[in-house]
């Protein structure tokens, strides 16, 4: 039995993760031996216990050896903790998975990541304002980190993606039960353009307590996090629970002082998170240096983003225009509702339109 696979042994045996493994390998001299032990042997030392010793030992070659053909069957690379290739700033977190199943690539540029997260179901503003964010900050050479969840993850993803950059979905269940399951054409897209990852085994369902270890990943794989919208209770807090302990750095982006999904973030702020209003803060407070020509030319303006013909035939009825209200873009446009508001995040995240107060939009660059 390889390291590897003795590696993906301990992680099937789901309560082990790097603090218990150091605890075991400071008596057994490799993972392999580690799961040739007894239970007596495991039990008696502080910190496993009878119940872990006893998970480890269900643990079989069999068991094993069916794991890693499901992720062959899902075209997965499966990490290891000790593999070069395991992502540096992860790795120096307090309890870093044992495993890491990817589909696409982790690269020496995803160590200039940053996550946006935020509530599901978030308002138009707050999906506006992270695909826009994601966009920007993408242009500028960094990584987008997110949860692949519906509401802000999906816009943060999407944002990216429209700029052409790269983009890390960490998930909260196995690649054989992707969720949510309409974002799985979405995740394909990811692994093309970046990395979609995963500490749990291929089958795991998306339960309830995998998403606060999922977000300790996101955290963890990024120099700092944007919180977008969040309620007092939403999962995007203890992604920044988890960055704060990490040593990262949090942001928080202002909303309506009486929007529910602006509760969170507001609270965040006033603990101490960095207001933010525009992704050059981000950049500025992170001190990141721009050394990628291709970004620097984005910048300058040389390159404008990319939006689909859709979202230009929609910006050829906005040029030239008065502002122009979003009622009379719906009416005009003759699409469904929801695909008029997709054209005009991806309009306004490509920075070829602005919205100004009242759900109205112009083209940019109109002095009216």
Not at 62 to 80: D, P, S
Not at 86 to 108: A, F, M, N, Q, W
Not at 324 to 336: F, M, P, R, Y
């Amino acid at each position: 039995m390889t390291e590897q696979e003795a590696l993906i042994g301990l992680n099937l045996a789901g309560s082990i993760g790097a603090r218990r493994l150091s605890i075991l390998l400071q008596c057994f001299r490799s993972p392999q031996e580690v799961l040739r032990a007894s239970v007596a042997e495991l039990a008696r030392l502080e910190g496993i216990g009878k119940k872990v010793a006893e998970d480890i030992r269900s643990v079989s070659e069999q068991g094993i050896e069916e794991e890693l053909k499901r992720a062959r069957k899902h075209n997965l690379c499966v990490i290891t903790l000790f593999d070069p290739s395991y992502p540096v700033s992860l790795k120096h977190t307090p309890d870093p998975p044992l495993i890491l199943y990817v589909k696409g690539r982790i690269t020496e540029q995803d160590a200039l990541s940053i996550a946006i997260v935020g509530s599901r179901r978030a308002s138009f503003y707050g999906i506006s304002c992270a695909s826009r964010f994601a966009a920007e900050l993408s242009l500028k050479g960094l990584t987008i980190v997110s949860g692949l969840a519906r509401g802000i993850d999906t816009a943060a993803h999407r944002g990216a993606l429209r700029s052409r950059g790269r983009t890390i979905a960490v998930m909260g269940s196995g690649f054989g039960n992707i969720y949510p399951p309409e974002n799985i054409k979405l995740l394909e897209e990811i692994a093309e353009n970046g990395a979609a990852v995963s500490e749990f085994p291929v089958c795991t369902q998306p339960l309830k307590q995998n998403f606060p270890r999922r977000n300790r990943i996101i955290s963890g794989l990024s120099l700092g996090v944007l919180v977008v919208e969040a309620a007092r209770n939403s999962g995007a807090l203890i992604t920044a629970d988890c960055a704060l302990e990490q040593g990262r750095e949090v942001f928080a982006l202002p909303g309506a002082i009486d929007s529910p999904t602006s509760f969170g973030a507001h609270e965040l702020i006033k603990q101490g998170a960095r207001l933010v209003s525009a992704a050059d803060e981000i950049i500025a407070e992170l001190n990141i240096p721009l050394t990628n020509p291709v970004c620097a030319d984005k910048i300058s303006g040389k390159q404008k983003p990319p939006v689909s013909p859709a979202a230009e035939m929609l910006l050829e009825r906005i040029k030239g225009r008065r502002p122009v209200t979003l009622d009379e873009i719906l009416q005009e446009a003759g699409s469904e509702t929801g695909e008029v508001y997709r054209m005009l995040l991806e309009l306004e995240a490509a920075k070829r339109i602005k919205q100004l107060p009242g759900k109205v939009f112009v083209e940019s660059g109109y002095e009216g």
